[in-house]
Structure formats: structure tokens, C-alpha cells
């Protein structure tokens, strides 16, 4: 087990601060690691760094930027097994799907370096040519959740240098170590100040969204705090590219195959101890497959094996940090004064840990708190509904539009329904198929821009229009 200090890159070199933050075990409540917090003046370092760091690789042609994702692949695969082991120590989730998000940075990387980002040509004659080119935009600072410390940061990472920015990354305060330490992996595969990595209290992101040499925010996490990272980013006009929320509904039609379906929607609700910002957050059952469904749940939701990282055959890990298993503690007590019938789970074992068990809520009213609230833990709403406009209606009815999806056995209905639903990705019969290419946006209050995909690459691009007469002779709008 880790317990050393960690330490932040800057400019391509190790930092430690006056002040550190420790990071938490999930699964012992004890201390993992040591990050260092980060001071206003390291913050303007590193952002110096970055900016004079930005001439020169702006300028650094397309395919050499390229071949460096590809390194940076080549160091998270080959050092998956230490990283993977320090987030599962500092995230709580279990050691093979640490390693496996290390290893989908990697492909990450990999996949988004092939991303085209050539000029288009909007007219090529022999009196003109008008290209309009995407230049980066500067400074991009990043700002990432503890859900996934690793993959959340490498959606903005790649992208971001890819397209010729510099960064500065701020993991969450409760899980800094993974991203301290691969930045340090990094440091001979990247120019230095290209990217650095700082950690901290929560003074940090304030001050980096807040920052004037910091040209764009990209930030992945709570609506609330996103609507803070907007107000602050107006002062500087930052541009943003915001990823919230979510209250992802899901809409089960009476023709599915229960059997077949029930694994596939559990772990869409509970892989990651259901702290996914796409996981499936209100199930909607049709009544004529109901009880089938509900009790096939529950029967997974009882096998399902809880325990640390380490452990044999661990399936979900406790939920990463103590106000999230309060908040949890306290939806499951609401649910518990309202009188809902709870199918699975409902009882929280007095051990060190923060072990929540999968609970499943039989039907509560669409106003209860466990269905208007991202729970964001593993404490699932099942909705019942008669008629498919009413779920429509129903899913629709929220400030979040995230993710979806619908599970029938007829594809065409699937498609038209899940073409109804007010989310920025939808699925129809598999779900969580997240990759480079397919853009990701969140509608309505669950962000603002898109991230992956070509339209996630332009995000950290401007467009910069350049018109040419040809034929040596000048002419203007007014000429
Ligand atoms: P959070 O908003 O509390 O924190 C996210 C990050 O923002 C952390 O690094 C935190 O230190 C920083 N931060 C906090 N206050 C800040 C401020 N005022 N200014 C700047 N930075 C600040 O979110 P969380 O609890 O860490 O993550 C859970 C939330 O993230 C959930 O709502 C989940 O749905 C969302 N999420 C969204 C996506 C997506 O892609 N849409 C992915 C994962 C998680």
C-alpha cells in the first residue's frame, strides 16, 4: 500500500508544497497517500509554464502531436498495473476495473491521435481559396470528478493537446494521487509545461476558473458546480466545455426478454457502484413485465459480491467518500419514512467503509426525492407505466439530459422511442457504449458543448477563416 508523497508537474518537473491534502482508502477510512495543495503561486507557475510552453507546440506539426498521444499510450498501457492499483487504493473500486481504466486512457489516447483536424476547404478556384483552419485556444485548465479520476481526465487530455493546446489538470482533492502520479509517468513523453498536473483543496478550482491566463475550462462534474465554473469563466470570457449531471432514465417495453435484459440493465445502473454520470439513474418498467423484471434484479442485486479492491472476486467497491454515503444514507431514509417497499438491499452494515449495498425502490411516486435527485450511489427508483407516452413524458420530466435508452425487442419502436428522449446519447438495447468517435453532449442542464468524438476535438479549437484572392489582384467587400 502507498503512503507516500506525491507530487504535482510542473514546467516537467516534480513540486511539493508548504501543505498537503491526504487522500482516503474508501474501504479502511484510512489514509492512502499524501498530495500536495497546491499554492496560489504554484498555480500561477504552472499556468506560466503552460502558456510559454504554447508557442512552440501550437507550432509543433499535426502528426508529430499525433506521434506523442501515441507515446503517452505506450506509458499508461505499460504502467497499468501500478496505476490501476493506486486508483483502486484511493477510488475503492475493484483492481481489475482500475487497471481496465487505465488501459481505456490508453486506447483513448491512441484512437483520438487518428481524430482528423485538417483544414476544410470551403472554395478552391482559380480566383480564390477559403479554408478555414482550427487553431488551439491557449491554456486549457481541466477539472475532473473522483468517479473515474483516470478516464475523465483523459477525455480532456487527449483532445486537447492533440489540437495544439497546453493544460494544467486538478484532479478531485479526494482522489489526487492517480493523476499526480501519471503526470509524473509523463514527464519524458511530453515537452515540458505542455502538461501539468496540480492538486489541492477547494480553493483550487476557483482559482483556476477564475484565472486570466487560463483560456478555456473544460469540466467534468456536479451541475451545481458547474454552474459556479460558468459564472466565474464570464469574467475572462473563458471558453467552456461542461459535462454535468444526469438523471438517466431507462424505458422497458413488454416484449423484452427479461432474462436476457436483467444483467444488462443492472450494470448499467450499478457498474462503478452506480458513481456514473450515465448510469441508470430511474427505471421505467412496463407492467406486463414488471414483477418478472424486478424480481431478477433483485435476485442479481443479492449475489452481487461488495468488498474492498483486493478482495477475490469483488464486483462493486464501496462508494468513494464519506458525504456521498451520508447523502446516500440519507435518500434511503427518506425512502424508508415514506413507507416505500425497498425489493433489495436497504440495510447499511455497521463496518469501517463506506459499503452501500445495491437497493432497489419498488414504484415510488415520481415526486419522491429518489426519483427527482441524482442518487449518483447505488440506490435505484423502479417506475412502473402502462402507457409508453406516459414513460416518455415522465423521462422527459427533468432538468437533466444526459444519457437513455430503451430495451424492446423490436428495434424499429426502440429507435423511435429513444428518438423522443431528451438526452445527448441514447441507447437502444445495450448501453454505456462509450467511445472516441461518438460525440457526447449533455442536453439541457447537464452541460454545455460536447466531449469526444470530431465535435469534442473541435472544442479545443477556434476556427480561423482564411480567404485568398488569387489572380495578385487585392479586392474587399467594398471594392
Ligand atoms: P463536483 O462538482 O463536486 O467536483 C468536480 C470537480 O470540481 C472536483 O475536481 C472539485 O474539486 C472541483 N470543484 C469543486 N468546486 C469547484 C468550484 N467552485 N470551481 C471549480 N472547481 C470546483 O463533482 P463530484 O462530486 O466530484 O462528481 C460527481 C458529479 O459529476 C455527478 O453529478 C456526476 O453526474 C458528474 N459527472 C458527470 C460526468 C459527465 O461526463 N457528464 C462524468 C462524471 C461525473
Same mark, same amino acid.
Given at each position: 500500500?502507498?503512503?507516500?508523497?506525491?507530487?504535482? &508537474?510542473?514546467?516537467?518537473?516534480?513540486?511539493?508544497?508548504?501543505?498537503?491534502? +491526504?487522500?482516503? /482508502?474508501?474501504?479502511? $477510512?484510512? #489514509?492512502?497517500?499524501?498530495?500536495?495543495?497546491?499554492?496560489?503561486?504554484?498555480?500561477?507557475?504552472?499556468?506560466?509554464?503552460?502558456?510559454?510552453?504554447?508557442?512552440?507546440?501550437?507550432?509543433?506539426?499535426?502528426?508529430?502531436? *499525433?506521434?506523442?498521444?501515441?507515446?503517452?499510450?505506450?506509458?499508461?498501457?505499460?504502467?497499468?498495473?501500478?496505476?490501476?492499483?493506486?486508483?483502486?487504493?484511493?477510488?475503492?473500486?475493484?483492481?481489475?476495473?482500475?487497471?481496465?481504466?487505465?488501459?481505456?486512457?490508453?486506447?483513448?489516447?491512441?484512437?483520438?491521435?487518428?481524430?482528423?483536424? $485538417?483544414?476544410?476547404?470551403?472554395?478552391?478556384?482559380?480566383?480564390?481559396?477559403?479554408?478555414?483552419?482550427?487553431?488551439?485556444?491557449?491554456?486549457?485548465?481541466?477539472?475532473?470528478?473522483? +468517479?473515474?479520476?483516470?478516464?475523465?481526465?483523459?477525455?480532456?487530455?487527449?483532445?486537447?493537446?492533440?489540437?495544439? +493546446?497546453?493544460?494544467?489538470?486538478?484532479?478531485?482533492?479526494?482522489?489526487?494521487?492517480?493523476?499526480?502520479?501519471?503526470?509524473?509517468?509523463?514527464?519524458?513523453?511530453?515537452?515540458?509545461?505542455?502538461?501539468?498536473?496540480?492538486?489541492?483543496?477547494?480553493?483550487?478550482?476557483?482559482?483556476?476558473?477564475?484565472?486570466?491566463?487560463?483560456?478555456?475550462?473544460?469540466?467534468?462534474?456536479?451541475?451545481?458546480?458547474?454552474?459556479?465554473?460558468? $459564472?466565474?469563466?464570464?469574467?475572462?470570457?473563458?471558453?467552456?466545455?461542461?459535462?454535468?449531471?444526469?438523471?438517466?432514465?431507462?424505458?422497458?417495453?413488454?416484449?423484452?426478454? #427479461? /432474462?436476457?435484459?436483467?444483467?444488462? %440493465?443492472?450494470?448499467?445502473?450499478?457498474?462503478?457502484?452506480?458513481?456514473?454520470?450515465?448510469?441508470?439513474?430511474?427505471?421505467? %418498467?412496463?407492467?406486463?413485465?414488471?414483477?418478472?423484471?424486478?424480481?431478477?434484479?433483485?435476485?442479481?442485486?443479492?449475489?452481487?459480491?461488495?468488498?474492498?479492491?483486493?478482495?477475490?472476486?469483488?464486483?462493486?467497491?464501496?462508494?468513494?467518500?464519506?458525504?456521498?454515503?451520508? *447523502?446516500?444514507?440519507?435518500?434511503?431514509?427518506?425512502?424508508?419514512?415514506?413507507?416505500?417497499?425497498?425489493?433489495?438491499?436497504?440495510?447499511?452494515?455497521?463496518?469501517?467503509?463506506?459499503?452501500?449495498?445495491?437497493?432497489?425502490?419498488?414504484?415510488?411516486?415520481?415526486?419522491?426525492?429518489?426519483?427527482?435527485?441524482?442518487?449518483? =450511489?447505488?440506490?435505484?427508483?423502479?417506475?412502473?407505466? &402502462?402507457?409508453?407516452?406516459?414513460?416518455?413524458?415522465?423521462? +422527459?420530466?427533468?432538468?437533466?439530459?444526459? =444519457?437513455?435508452?430503451?430495451?424492446?425487442?423490436?428495434?424499429?419502436?426502440?429507435?423511435?422511442?429513444?428518438?423522443?428522449?431528451?438526452?445527448?446519447?441514447?441507447?437502444?438495447?445495450?448501453?454505456?457504449?462509450?467511445?472516441?468517435?461518438?460525440?457526447?453532449?449533455?442536453?439541457?442542464?447537464?452541460?454545455?458543448?460536447?466531449?469526444?468524438?470530431?465535435? =469534442?476535438?473541435? $472544442?479545443?479549437?477556434?476556427?480561423?477563416?482564411?480567404?485568398?484572392?488569387?489572380?495578385?489582384?487585392?479586392?474587399?467587400?467594398?471594392?
Amino acid at each position: 500500500m502507498s503512503t507516500a508523497t506525491h507530487t504535482m &508537474t510542473i514546467d516537467g518537473k516534480a513540486v511539493t508544497a508548504a501543505a498537503t491534502i +491526504n487522500a482516503v /482508502n474508501p474501504a479502511t $477510512e484510512q #489514509v492512502v497517500g499524501t498530495a500536495p495543495d497546491c499554492s496560489r503561486e504554484q498555480l500561477d507557475q504552472a499556468v506560466a509554464a503552460a502558456r510559454h510552453a504554447f508557442s512552440a507546440w501550437s507550432a509543433t506539426p499535426l502528426n508529430e502531436r *499525433r506521434a506523442v498521444l501515441g507515446r503517452m499510450a505506450g506509458v499508461l498501457a505499460a504502467n497499468a498495473a501500478t496505476l490501476g492499483e493506486l486508483l483502486s487504493q484511493e477510488q475503492g473500486k475493484p483492481l481489475a476495473k482500475a487497471q481496465e481504466e487505465v488501459l481505456i486512457s490508453a486506447h483513448w489516447c491512441a484512437e483520438v491521435a487518428k481524430l482528423p483536424l $485538417e483544414p476544410d476547404t470551403l472554395a478552391d478556384t482559380p480566383d480564390s481559396l477559403v479554408q478555414v483552419h482550427r487553431v488551439p485556444i491557449g491554456v486549457v485548465g481541466a477539472i475532473v470528478p473522483w +468517479n473515474f479520476p483516470v478516464a475523465l481526465a483523459f477525455f480532456k487530455i487527449a483532445p486537447a493537446l492533440l489540437a495544439g +493546446n497546453t493544460m494544467v489538470l486538478k484532479p478531485s482533492p479526494l482522489t489526487p494521487l492517480t493523476a499526480l502520479k501519471f503526470g509524473e509517468l509523463l514527464r519524458d513523453a511530453l515537452p515540458p509545461g505542455v502538461f501539468n498536473v496540480v492538486s489541492g483543496g477547494d480553493a483550487l478550482g476557483p482559482w483556476m476558473t477564475a484565472h486570466p491566463g487560463i483560456d478555456k475550462i473544460s469540466f467534468t462534474g456536479s451541475t451545481a458546480t458547474g454552474r459556479k465554473v460558468m $459564472e466565474s469563466g464570464a469574467a475572462t470570457l473563458k471558453r467552456l466545455t461542461l459535462e454535468l449531471g444526469g438523471n438517466d432514465a431507462a424505458i422497458v417495453l413488454p416484449d423484452v426478454d #427479461v /432474462n436476457a435484459v436483467a444483467p444488462l %440493465i443492472f450494470w448499467g445502473a450499478f457498474a462503478n457502484s452506480a458513481q456514473f454520470c450515465l448510469a441508470i439513474k430511474r427505471l421505467y %418498467i412496463h407492467d406486463a413485465v414488471y414483477d418478472r423484471l424486478s424480481q431478477a434484479l433483485a435476485k442479481l442485486a443479492g449475489s452481487v459480491k461488495l468488498g474492498a479492491a483486493t478482495e477475490a472476486g469483488v464486483e462493486l467497491g464501496p462508494v468513494q467518500n464519506k458525504a456521498q454515503f451520508e *447523502r446516500l444514507k440519507g435518500l434511503l431514509a427518506d425512502c424508508k419514512a415514506q413507507g416505500l417497499r425497498l425489493l433489495a438491499g436497504g440495510e447499511v452494515a455497521q463496518q469501517p467503509g463506506y459499503f452501500f449495498p445495491v437497493t432497489l425502490v419498488d414504484n415510488p411516486p415520481e415526486s419522491s426525492r429518489i426519483v427527482q435527485e441524482e442518487p449518483f =450511489g447505488p440506490i435505484l427508483p423502479l417506475l412502473r407505466f &402502462t402507457d409508453i407516452d406516459d414513460a416518455v413524458a415522465r423521462a +422527459n420530466a427533468s432538468p437533466y439530459g444526459l =444519457g437513455a435508452s430503451v430495451w424492446t425487442a423490436d428495434e424499429a419502436q426502440g429507435l423511435a422511442i429513444g428518438r423522443r428522449l431528451q438526452a445527448g446519447t441514447v441507447w437502444v438495447n445495450e448501453i454505456h457504449t462509450i467511445s472516441p468517435i461518438k460525440p457526447m453532449a449533455g442536453h439541457k442542464q447537464s452541460g454545455l458543448g460536447v466531449e469526444q468524438g470530431e465535435d =469534442g476535438l473541435l $472544442e479545443y479549437t477556434l476556427p480561423q477563416t482564411v480567404s485568398l484572392k488569387r489572380g495578385g489582384q487585392a479586392s474587399g467587400a467594398g471594392a
